[in-house]
Structure formats: C-alpha cells, structure tokens
C-alpha cells in the first residue's frame, strides 16, 4: 500500500541535503582518486618500481661474473 498523503513537493525539499551530501563524498572520492594514481607514476611517465629489479641507479656501475 501507498501512502494516502503523499507530498511530492515536501519529500523534495526534506531530500536535497542528503542528496547533496552524497554527490559531494562522490567528489570527493574522485578527486581523491585522481590523486592516488597521479602519485603512482614519476614525472617521466614511468610506474614506481617499474624495473627497479632489473636496472642500477644513474652512475652505479654494475659488474657480472662471466
């Protein structure tokens, strides 16, 4: 069942605030987003770590046993 008095009008203005707070955190959250993977690459494109393994630091020489 229905309610027998329904309010269009009043029903919208009682969920403006909560609607309003959602779109905000929503936002929020994708700002934040932005953020975090904005922080996961360096300047020059590349992903941190990304070869880290397999490369020496700029002006380490590296030495192999034949």
Sequence with gaps: MSAPNTNIERQKKNHRG???????VLVV??????????????PDGT???EGAATSA??????????
């Excluded at 909560?18 to 905000?24: C, M």
């Excluded at 975090?36 to 360096?42: A, C, I, K, P, S």
């Design 18 to 24: 909560p609607l309003v707070g959602i779109a905000a």
């Design 29 to 42: 959250v994708g700002l934040a987003l932005v953020v975090f993977l904005g922080d996961e690459t360096d």
């Design 47 to 49: 992903l941190l770590g």
């Design 57 to 66: 630091p700029e002006g380490v020489e590296t030495t192999t046993s034949d």
